[in-house]
């Protein structure tokens, strides 16, 4: 299918294209393609940004609070917009991938907010995405104003992922491949806005992998053009912005101010903001190197205070602060056990300042919630609570030494999460359990980053023990006598995917992108 508009054009392909006639519609590509005429060169701009940016650090040049910043940074005045309807109590948020069961179960799960999540959580066949936003738009007509369910809001694609379903030709004739965000986003707020508005909510978002201020604004950039195209009025918009990359911890405020006419607060994301640390050192000496990754805990001195500044960030620009995701799914026979310890998680997010947080599994929702409730009672945020005693240095943000040991037995838990997860994934499968927890990509790139920074690091277990590819090789061979196998399975192209990413010489950006190229637009 190919759509022909005064300039670009926007091609479709795929399996399905045809499938979803309501959502693939004249008019919404036609905003699509408007979308990316005005910003997809911007989002390039920005991405060579990055990688000039991940340069330096890899190369010894630290992060640092950005000089050339400091005004925005010192003036007392400005705040965020803040929530919008529907946003101002997120004490419980669960988050997920958008088809129809697990659509059902977040509706129907008590959390204020549902947190519709196109990018960890989905594998990004063209069939899941295009499916997803039928589901969300269906979803969305059967909302009635003040009928207790959660309030919808979309995590898009970051800014990195292409949709090579969809390509446009731009005005100077050249044929580029589709912005996964700016697909899902303008599919979305295209067909959904005004419904969303009329149910007494808005179009809101989760804005995922942000590594600077000038990604925000172009968010930002995004949200004033659509308000103007779709009629909204300016701020009708509303975004979190997800701080789960390494350049972005140093730059929350800078991404506040961009974004502050649309801004609802600051995410903290704890896998993917570890994976962005390890890809920043992963060259570096020995003292970047963290342990077995259930050690890296959110009360470690670096995480510790991390943590502390997008609190008190947040809350003295009058913004949300939402703390970590919990993946439990409770069906292990120490559940009880866990409960605990999940509850004692949440219970210090909400004393240390935070506004809410997010879980994974329905059956969290009211241990969650008890802990939030026993601090913010009535109020739905403790954003007042402006955290004076917050004092954040850059050395404690990159200091990650913890004292903790890698074992053979996390190096074999970070080889078999990562296979097991990409198996799954290939099948079209985002979200999965794994060990007791419902996993997305976060947890395969934490896990894959750690075997090659240990290999390449030529670290040793506790015992040790050498942490060699044969050393790794052979823990392969452990998973693969360890699962089922059925003759459908893709546990060949997930072992394969996984010498690539984790033992590769050279070190992909994100796994998600080197397994989108290879595997899932040949499977359409």
């Known amino acids: 299918m190919t759509l022909l508009i005064d300039s670009p054009t926007i091609e479709l392909s795929g399996a399905n294209a045809a499938d979803h006639p309501h959502i693939l519609t004249p008019d919404a590509l036609a905003f699509v393609a408007e979308l990316h005429d005005r910003f997809d060169r911007r989002r390039r701009d920005r991405l060579a940004d990055r990688l000039r940016q ?38 419980v948020i669960i988050s997920g991938p958008v088809d129809t069961a697990s659509t059902r179960r977040a509706l129907t799960s008590g959390a204020k907010v549902w947190l519709a999540d196109l990018e960890d959580g989905t594998s990004p066949t063209w069939r899941n995405l295009a499916g997803a936003q039928s589901t969300l738009a269906a979803a969305i007509r059967h909302q009635q104003p003040g009928d207790g369910a959660p309030t919808i809001v979309l995590r898009p694609r970051g800014w990195h992922l292409p949709e090579r379903h969809v390509r446009y030709t731009d005005r100077a004739g050249i044929r580029r491949e589709a912005s996964g965000a700016l697909v899902d986003f303008g599919l979305y707020v295209h067909h959904n806005a005004h419904a969303l508005i009329a149910a007494g909510r808005g179009p809101y978002f989760s804005l995922p992998k942000l590594e600077s201020a000038e990604e925000a604004r172009l968010w930002n950039d995004v949200f004033t053009f659509t308000e103007e195209r779709l009629g909204l009025e300016h701020g009708t918009i509303r975004a979190m912005a997800l701080i789960e990359t390494l350049p972005a911890a140093f730059e929350m405020e800078e991404i506040l101010f961009a974004l502050r006419d649309h801004c609802a607060g600051l995410t903290a994301g704890r896998w993917d903001y570890l994976f962005s640390i390890i890809r920043a050192y992963r060259g570096r000496s ?87 409730d026993a601090v913010l009672g009535a109020n739905p945020s403790q954003r007042d609570r402006q955290r004076g005693d917050v004092e954040v240095t850059a050395q404690q943000l990159i200091d990650v030494r913890i004292g903790r040991p890698i074992t053979a037995a996390g190096v074999h838990e970070n080889v078999s999460t990562t296979i097991r997860y990409l198996e799954s994934w290939l099948r079209g499968i985002g979200s999965v359990v794994i060990d007791g927890r419902l996993e997305d990509a976060s947890i395969a790139e934490i896990s894959r980053a750690q075997v090659w920074q240990w290999v390449h690091q030529g670290q040793t277990t506790e015992d040790g023990t050498a942490i060699t590819r044969g050393f790794i090789e052979r823990s392969i061979d452990r998973v693969l006598s360890e699962v089922a196998r059925h003759p459908s399975d893709r546990f060949s192209d997930a072992v394969e995917l996984f010498r690539e990413v984790a033992l590769g010489e050279d070190f992909p950006a994100f796994l998600t992108l080197t397994a989108y190229n290879r595997y899932l637009i040949e499977s359409e």
């Open 286 to 372: 020995a003292r970047f190197v963290l342990p077995d990754r259930n050690e890296v805990t959110m009360s470690v001195p670096f995480l510790h205070a991390y943590t502390e500044l997008l609190v008190s960030t947040c809350h003295r620009r009058g913004a949300h602060a939402i703390g970590g995701l919990t993946t439990a799914v409770l069906d292990g026979r120490d559940a009880a056990g866990e409960l605990s310890l999940i509850t004692a998680d949440k219970r210090r997010e909400a004393e240390e300042g935070f506004d809410g947080t997010w879980v994974a599994n329905p059956r969290l929702v009211p241990a969650a919630e008890a802990e939030f």
């Open 54 to 91: 991940n340069f330096r650090i890899g190369n010894g040049h630290d992060p640092a609070f950005p000089d050339d910043t400091a005004h925005i940074r010192e003036d007392a005045e400005w705040q965020v917009a803040g929530p919008g309807p529907g946003l101002e109590d997120r004490r």
